[in-house]
């Protein structure tokens, strides 16, 4: 059950082409179920809902207002970031935000002062971290070789 002690409850602000790429790692993240979605467009709302099984939220705010929501994630345009990743912020929830994080240093300055005024994790989604090509570069630069 989102939640739960053992279960962090996710939501998505915004629910375009990327949110399906989220939906599949949270469904294969252990200890995660993606508990509902907004998006601007409500039909597009209830056709990810659909697909993903979760529910769909009238509004941003009645998703950060959900106690069964913990995190976050901010899958919209970017210049509405920082406003997204400032209201879940300031309603206690974690945040991952899909790249790029904000459109200045100043923006992300802000979610990070936020994030550390809540004791909130605040995170960008690098979907590539964990790629091959980026391992081997990371480990040719801790060996001095690159």
Known sequence: MAGTPDTVGVGFIGAGDISILHARAVAKAHGAKLVGLWNRGQDRAKQRAAEFGCRTYDSPEALVNDPAVNAVFVLTNLETHLEYT?????????????????????????????????????????????????TRTRELVEAGDL
């Open 86 to 134: 400032k209201l879940a912020l300031e309603h206690g929830k974690h945040v991952l935000v899909e790249k790029p994080v904000g459109a200045s240093v100043a923006e992300i300055a802000e979610m990070k002062r936020l994030a550390d005024a809540n004791g909130l994790v605040c995170m960008p989604g690098h979907n590539y971290i964990y790629e091959s090509g980026m």
